[in-house]
């Protein structure tokens, strides 16, 4: 990591009055485009220095990211990037969401309507925000995360929630497939679940959600095979 590739990457200047989130969501998307590659030192005044901010910020940030997993600190040697996930977690990542997210599309389609409104809007204003060209994988990372919360949150359990909060599954498995974006299929596969909790249909929006679950993992596992990193 040079202070010369971080510079290209931030084209605001991030000022002194800047608080930690945007300061936490600079660093992340260093960390998710491999600007910091995986399993790297990550220099606190360096990252000051180019973002032009006091290390105070930046300490909070790298907190917040160690929460999600991406950086970890060690005794003397400070913060380092985490690895990426390997085969067996992204296996293991999916055999958890397989367990509570198929429940949680079901009572979510037992919803009043007007309550599942705004997921078919979450679906159809991430497809129009991604247009005809290249979708953003951020973009696309963070619907998919609202998606994904939504569905938890018509299901009614601040439990199952928060465990998948725990996971920051949307940050790892992004960061892992960050080349080809597969945008289309799960924008598709988001439709079927949202149209279906939309229509209270709970067995089809268990199903979708097993299919979406089963096809990203797939997807995910295929990507790692053909790249050199993993
Ligand atoms: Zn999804």
């Known amino acids: 990591m040079t202070d010369q590739r971080i510079g290209d990457r931030i084209r605001v200047p991030i000022t002194r ?7 936490r969501d ?21 990252l000051a220095r180019e973002l032009g901010t006091s290390p105070t ?30 085969r067996a977690e992204v296996e293991d990542m999916f055999r958890f969401r397989l367990l509570i997210e198929p429940w949680a599309a079901e009572t979510a389609a037992r919803a009043d309507p007007e309550q599942t409104a705004p997921l078919t809007t979450e679906v159809a204003s991430a497809l129009a925000a991604a247009g005809d060209g290249e979708a953003n994988y951020r973009d696309i990372a963070r619907h998919d995360a609202r998606f994904h919360d ?28 960050y080349g ?44 790692m095979s053909s790249d050199p990193r993993t």
Request: charged share 20%.
């Open 150 to 177: 939504m569905i938890t949150e018509l299901a009614g359990s601040d439990h199952v929630r928060q465990a998948l909060a725990r996971t920051h599954c949307h940050l790892h498995l992004f960061r892992l497939s």
């Open 180 to 223: 080809p974006v597969m945008a289309a299929p799960t924008f598709a596969e988001h439709r079927r679940i949202a149209e279906s909790i939309a229509e209270g249909r709970p067995d089809l929006a268990k199903a979708a959600m097993v299919d979406h679950l089963t096809t990203a993992r797939d997807r995910i596992l295929k990507s």
């Open 26 to 46: 600079a660093i992340e998307s260093l960390i998710m485009d491999g600007v910091i590659p995986p399993g790297t030192r990550v220099g606190m005044e360096a």
């Open 17 to 23: 009055s800047t608080l930690v989130p945007e300061v």
């Open 57 to 86: 910020p930046i300490r909070e940030a790298l907190a917040s990211l160690e929460s999600a997993g991406l950086v970890v600190k060690e005794s003397l040697k400070g913060y380092s990037t985490t690895p990426l996930m390997t």
